[in-house]
């Protein structure tokens, strides 16, 4: 069972650079979500979709675009990246909006 | 915003003791859950209790809930060395509004 899958699991990047984070679920999810997570700060929600075809932004959103392009994918997009997005991104799906969640392995970014 | 705060933001304690963490929230909620993280890992989920709720058991985890004073514990019996990784409260509003997370406790549980 795959649940949650993110790539890339690592990269670096220069800053201005962009780059897309995949991620894709195998539970027919309704709601995905991308989170950030800094030390001494927890997990951060960047944006979310509570179903296909909607996308909200959560409390971190500056800086990033998503796409739900079917049910199963979210994407995340860095147009520019900056130091301040040096982080480890997480995905997450769920059947509904305030119940569980299944996070993916995450994806640890460093921008120089 | 965080709307759950854990405390304590670090706990170290002996094989086969108790680990009690505790977390407070600000607003109405709909549900609370807990998860776990181990170092390098995804989150994984562990209980969710409703707001109508007031005690709940999952193996040798037990949390309990008091929306009069907005607040939650977890505690892990008999912890043991595989215990060790990050804890975080999750509280779950009315409507359509997301999980919001706090910032977790460390339980570092030494054999």
């Known amino acids: 069972n795959a649940g949650v899958t993110q790539t890339p699991k690592f990269q670096v990047l220069k800053t201005g650079q962009s780059m897309t984070l995949q991620c894709a679920q195998d539970m027919n999810h309704n709601s995905m979500y991308w989170y950030r997570q800094d030390p001494g700060m927890g997990l951060r929600l960047i944006y979310y979709?509570?179903?296909?075809?909607?996308?909200d932004k959560g409390e971190v959103p500056n800086g990033y675009n998503v796409s739900r392009l079917n049910k199963r994918e979210f994407s995340l997009r860095l147009e520019s990246a900056a130091p301040s997005q040096t982080s480890v991104y997480f995905c997450?799906?769920?059947?509904?909006?305030?119940?569980?969640?299944?996070f993916g392995e995450g994806s640890r970014l460093t921008v120089l | 915003s965080q709307q759950g705060e854990e405390d304590p933001q670090a706990l170290s304690i002996q094989e086969g003791e108790n680990a009690t963490m505790n977390c407070s929230y600000k607003?109405?909620?709909?549900?609370l859950q807990w998860y776990r993280q181990n170092s390098g890992r995804g989150l994984v989920h562990l209980i969710l209790i409703r707001s109508n709720e007031r005690e709940k058991h999952s193996g040798r985890l037990r949390v309990t809930l008091d929306t009069s004073k907005k607040s939650s514990s977890l505690l892990i019996t008999a912890s043991r060395a595989a215990d060790t990784a990050s804890y975080f409260c999750a509280t779950g509003g009315s409507g359509n509004t997301p999980l919001v997370f706090g910032k977790g406790t460390r339980l570092s549980v030494i054999a």
């Open positions: 997450a799906s769920g059947a509904g909006i305030t119940g569980e969640l299944f």
């Open positions: 607003t109405s909620i709909n549900n």
């Open positions: 979709s509570a179903s296909e075809g909607t996308t």
